[in-house]
């Protein structure tokens, strides 16, 4: 969540936060901290979603995620 980027949407006041590495890893909220959590979420569903579906999944700040060939 360190690489999280957020700012306020002028139309509506409210706050969207995305992950430049997660492609499509993004949310919406009214404040900061509810953002800030739903992302969290979503990041979690991104990754397991990844796994589930065998697919690469990025190295974030030199950590590299590996799915034994057994496992999912």
Do not use: K, S
């Not at 002028?10 to 997660?22: A, F, I, S």
Request: a negative charge; proline letters at 7%; one cysteine or more.
């Amino acid at each position: 969540m360190r690489r999280a980027e957020f700012e306020i949407l002028e139309d509506d006041g409210t706050y969207y936060g995305h992950l430049p590495d997660l492609p499509g890893a993004w949310a919406n909220a009214d404040t900061l901290d509810e953002c800030r959590r739903e992302l969290a979420e979503v990041a979690e569903e991104w990754i397991l979603l990844g796994i589930a579906e065998h697919h690469p999944l990025p190295i974030i700040d030199g950590v590299q995620l590996v799915v034994p060939a057994n496992v999912g």
